[in-house]
């Protein structure tokens, strides 16, 4: 054989451009076709090797003896005997053709390798998923096992250099422009460990246990997800988080931190922290702490960029680090103390502070409400929170938990929602964005506070318009108008009272008797309709009740013969 075996047209790890791919005695190495960085593989850390049909040809996946996965994938159906010569001869391994199950089903029998789990139909691989590329795994039911793929953007391909694009650890999902997030297992029966794990279960492989349990624990053993109790280097029981809603225990590592609760476990790298945000609660009980997140966190189709924890205000705790002296001086120098015996919400704040490294964010100061508080009580749609006036940005919490940064906040108008029975109590304001997307609006906020926020605005530079001022004249002068309207009732019903009164006084006068006999029968026939003051009355003062009605018919009546009588007499 040759020194050296080429093959053109090569990609590395779902890269997305070709090389060259060249072997030789001591190892391997790939070179983009358009120039960049170099891969190579040491002959010492080629484990085994496996032929198959891949996307763009034939491949050939190598698998080292640090459990990690290397793709070759462009190759032709007849380099196959060269490259068996080239493994069998240089590197002491067998090249092995594997053939991958064709037929679609959707059930088969789930294998764990060294490097990746297997889906097997038929005794042949229906697809395979590196550990490398699984960042969690949940219990999604009774018989069901949820498991989460590392998220990554097209930019980032976490390689050594640029290597043509080609995919690093955990990175793969990102190779095309759709990505697999989540992957469900429905896992029925009872099963053992060593039917699971195979000829690797320890002991106690002969216990039965729930298939779908030991699944997952299994998953979460080889891919490295949980972390053993003693790794933890701070542990937090039972913390109440509000979004998502729930109890979990908190355990914290070195590189990063687990939420473990009764259904679901989330593992957060703590560089996919971005914020760290302290913030008391209105009730003066307790705080809540909010952690941003990007990438957000997943709970099958929904997605949380915040994380929201409460803690009493008064809950103390004690606790001490499992880390040595030496660690502390070394990594966390002034940044952990080995014991602490504080608050609840302050142990949690300085220790993510100093595994994080992150700043911590308050509220402004320069921002009170009429309670002297920092948190303003309000909504968005129907979901009732606070809102946060930041240095930098609003923040409104606990669901949806909302961050608005006053750089892409174009302006803010405060309004007043028409025909609400609050209206004269209570503003609503809404932020427009400079993207010109949809504003944000928040609303029911205490009509007290709103000079105090006007003037935080214009504080921090921005444009402020006040609808309710605007306003205010006209509904001033809409209440004057009503008042005057009121006040002209009054004066008419005072009026017509007077004339009834002046009417009854009429009725006994002696010159009224005078009279001829035909305005005595249009004053009382009951069938004459009079246009007099009686009649009068009765348009003015309407309302006038069925007690007094009756009690000026009985007087009527009694009028009636005494005039009579004395018009007889004449």
């Known amino acids: 054989?040759?020194?050296?075996?080429?093959?053109?047209?090569?990609?590395?790890?779902?890269?997305?451009?070709s090389g060259k791919c060249r072997f030789a005695e001591n190892g391997l190495g790939w070179k983009p076709s358009g120039g960049g960085n170099t891969f190579t593989l040491d002959r010492g850390d080629i484990a085994s090797a496996q032929w198959s049909r891949a996307a763009k040809g034939?491949?050939?996946?190598?698998?080292k003896r640090s459990s990690e996965l290397v793709h070759l994938d462009g190759f032709q159906q007849e380099d196959l005997e060269r490259l068996s010569k080239i493994f069998k001869n240089w590197y002491s391994v067998n090249l092995d053709p594997k053939e991958h199950a064709l037929r679609g089903w959707n059930w088969g029998k789930t294998e764990f390798s060294k490097a990746e789990l297997v889906f097997n139909v038929q005794?042949?691989?229906?697809?395979?998923?590196?550990?490398?590329?699984i960042s969690n795994t949940n219990l999604a039911g009774r018989n069901e096992v949820s498991v989460e793929f590392a998220a990554s953007n097209e930019d980032d391909t976490g390689t050594n250099g640029h290597l043509g694009g080609a995919r690093g650890r955990g990175k793969k999902s990102g190779a095309g422009k759709d990505q697999l997030v989540e992957m469900r297992f429905y896992i029925p029966g009872t099963t053992t460990r060593k039917e699971t794990e195979g000829e690797e279960a320890g002991s106690g492989a002969e216990e039965e246990k729930n298939a779908a349990t030991l699944f997952y624990e299994t998953l979460m053993d080889k891919a490295e997800i949980g972390e053993t109790a003693g790794d933890a280097i701070a542990t937090f029981l039972e913390v109440l988080h509000l979004t998502p809603r729930g109890r979990f225990d908190i355990d914290m590592y070195e590189a990063s931190f687990r939420l473990r609760g009764k259904t679901y476990d989330y593992k957060i790298q703590y560089e996919h922290i971005k914020k760290f945000m302290v913030l008391p609660k209105p009730d003066d009980l307790h705080f809540m702490l909010c952690i941003g997140l990007d990438p957000p966190l997943r709970q099958g189709q929904t997605r949380y960029p915040f994380i929201v924890m409460q803690a009493k205000k008064d809950e103390e705790v004690t606790i001490d680090l499992n880390l040595t002296e030496e660690q502390l001086n070394d990594k966390y120098k002034d940044r952990l103390q080995p014991h602490y015996e504080q608050p609840l919400h302050q142990v949690i704040t300085y220790i993510f502070k100093g595994l994080a490294n992150k700043k911590i964010t308050s509220p402004a100061k320069d921002f009170m409400t009429h309670r002297n508080q920092f948190g303003i009580k309000c909504s968005i749609k129907a979901a009732e929170g606070f809102l946060y006036c930041l240095e930098k940005a609003f923040m409104f919490v606990p669901k949806p938990a909302t961050y608005v940064s006053y750089d892409q906040t174009s302006s803010i108008v405060f309004s007043r929602v028409s025909g609400a029975v609050s209206a004269l109590s209570t503003f609503d304001i809404a932020v427009h964005m400079k993207s010109g997307g949809p504003p944000h609006s928040f609303s029911n906020i205490n009509r007290e506070d709103l000079k105090a926020l006007e003037g935080f605005f214009k504080l921090k530079g921005l444009r402020v318009k006040n609808e309710i001022d605007e306003d205010a004249n006209l509904l001033a002068a809409a209440l004057r108008?009503?008042?005057?309207?009121?006040s002209e009732e009054e004066v008419v019903g005072a009026r017509a009272e007077r004339g009834s009164a002046d009417e009854d006084e009429e009725s006994v006068d002696e010159d009224f008797q005078a009279e001829s006999e035909s305005d005595v029968a249009e004053e009382y026939d009951s069938e004459h309709e009079s246009s007099?003051?009686?009649?009068?009355?009765?348009?003015?003062?309407?309302?006038?009740?069925?007690?007094?009605?009756?009690?000026?018919?009985?007087?009527?009546?009694?009028e009636k013969p005494k005039t009579k009588k004395q018009k007889t007499g004449k």
């Open 481 to 486: 108008e009503e008042a005057m309207d009121e």
């Open 123 to 133: 005794n042949k691989p229906a697809f395979e998923v590196p550990y490398t590329e």
């Open 58 to 63: 034939y491949e050939v996946k190598i698998l």
């Open 532 to 558: 007099g003051s009686g009649s009068a009355e009765s348009d003015v003062d309407g309302e006038m009740d069925e007690d007094e009605d009756e009690e000026m018919a009985d007087e009527e009546e009694e």
């Open 1 to 17: 054989m040759a020194a050296f075996e080429n093959f053109d047209n090569i990609f590395l790890d779902l890269s997305k451009e």
